[in-house]
């Protein structure tokens, strides 16, 4: 089944591209939550015309992304943890955490799911965490993990 998606997704697309998907899942998943619709004469016309505005909408927050990367670029993030043998730490310092934190610096923006920790921190050490303020745009902050 053929589908226009109405939004950026990482593992189908982006806005406005029409692609194949299974019917179960443009059926029952991505039509109900509003990911897409059907790929039909009429929808093709109406997505055309909000296309300009939906365009306009996304340039500004990838500028307001910018702005907010620049801003962040150098932020340092420091935990103090209690460690045991081999500087382990007594449980990790995890995008909750680091969330956390953020938000305690003012800013409100970045929210859990844009911060790309593959797995938790369970060492003392400095760390370089990827955060995704946007599609296009990406910064890279550093955590540090010191003994407390």
Known sequence: ??????SDSTDLGRYGDVVNVKMGYARNYLIPRGFAVEAKPGNMKQFNAEKDAYLKKMEAKKA????????????????ERKTGDEEKLFGSVTANDI??????????DIERRDI???EPIKKLGEYD?????????????KVEVTKG
């Open 99 to 108: 969330e956390k934190e953020i938000k305690a610096r003012g800013y409100k």
């Open 116 to 118: 790309l920790l593959a």
């Open 64 to 79: 307001e992304a910018g702005k907010l990367s620049a801003e962040i670029e150098g932020l340092t993030l420091t935990f």
């Open 129 to 141: 965490v990827p955060i995704r303020l946007h599609p296009d745009v990406s910064v890279t902050i």
């Open 1 to 6: 089944m053929e589908v226009i998606l109405k």
